[in-house]
């Protein structure tokens, strides 16, 4: 599936924290970094593909996995320990990813 920048997919149990403004950051992988900064995206689960809320892309920025902390677990609403084994389950062996940084925009 080509990437789209006018939306963004969650796991679902993750929608409920991007729709309350809890969590303010995802990290993905090369292929999931091209949004635009200043854009308003449309957020859906990924299981469902049901629209939940729209965002707003804030800044993208590059990390690597050993550089993810307690900081970023905590913009994610995610234990650290659970924020990493999510993502080592997610993108295994990628070293480099992105932190996308946004904001709640609206609410469906």
Known sequence: MPFDASKITFFD?????????????????????????GSVVEVFTLETQQKVCSIKILSIEQIHFSEINAFHAQQEALEL????????????????????????????
């Open 13 to 37: 149990f993750l929608t409920p924290l991007v729709a309350s403004g809890q969590k303010t950051i995802t990290i993905r992988d090369e292929k999931e970094k091209d949004y635009v900064v």
């Open 81 to 108: 320990e659970v924020l990493k084994d999510l993502i080592k389950d997610v993108y295994p062996n990628q070293e480099t990813l992105f932190v996308i940084t946004f904001e709640l925009a609206s609410v469906e």
